[in-house]
T-cell receptor, first 111, second 114 residues
């Protein structure tokens, strides 16, 4: 089992709809969880971080964490074509010295 | 202008040659990381360093070497022993005293070996 798993997609969502991205992880002691956005040919950009169970909202983005079920998700409301990118889920391991990344989900927002 | 710089943006080398990728930061971050990304893949950790003059192997260190002589710099050498060096290389940093453990990435170097 991979340490961090994501559906590689592609995930296609119409403009204005909600995009839902999911991620599961295997290490029960992981404490910090991150979502990065990566445009084609560019480096990853941190867009959300979450540390406790529940929801965390930042503008159109909502991160959801459920430690008991070992999953973290990212919701993008009112999706825009500029949200089209690959979204990487990352989880801390080994006392947070390291991050482990999922393979990423490619999201396409259709106008 | 604060941030993380990686140079060059694109690098071409012949097989059998060693090549060194630069990563410099002026964020005063203690921890620095090197990742490799292949097409359609996530990031894989090559090496990381928490403090000057100390570094640890990541998951795919074979064929790579690093040094950390200065806080600001963490160069990565891709040696001829690396069997498939063509990839997108990313440097990241983290503040040692950050409670959030977030890592921030430089713009990356795309290496092509033929």
């Amino acid at each position: 089992q991979k340490e961090v798993e994501q559906n590689s997609g592609p995930l296609s969502v119409p403009e204005g709809a909600i995009a839902s991205l999911n991620c599961t992880y295997s290490d029960r002691v992981s404490q910090s969880f991150f979502w990065y956005r990566q445009y084609s040919g560019k480096s990853p950009e941190l867009i959300m971080s979450i540390y406790s169970n529940g929801d965390k909202e930042d503008g159109r983005f909502t991160a959801q964490l459920n430690k008991a079920s070992q999953y973290v998700s990212l919701l993008i409301r009112d999706s825009q074509p500029s949200d089209s990118a690959t979204y990487l889920c990352a989880v801390t391991i080994q006392g947070a010295q390291k991050l482990v990344f999922g393979q990423g989900t490619r999201l396409t927002i259709n106008p | 202008d604060g941030g993380i710089t990686q140079s060059p943006k694109y690098l071409f080398r012949k097989e059998g040659q060693n090549v060194t990728l630069s990563c410099e930061q002026n964020l005063n971050h203690d921890a620095m990381y090197w990742y490799r990304q292949d097409p359609g893949q996530g990031l894989r950790l090559i090496y990381y360093s928490q403090i000057v003059n100390d570094f640890q192997k990541g998951d795919i260190a074979e064929g790579y070497s690093v040094s950390r002589e200065k806080k600001e710099s963490f160069p990565l050498t891709v040696t001829s022993a690396q069997k498939n060096p063509t990839a997108f290389y990313l440097c990241a940093t983290r503040s040692r005293f950050s409670i959030s453990y977030e890592q921030y990435f430089g713009p990356g170097t795309r290496l092509t070996v033929t």
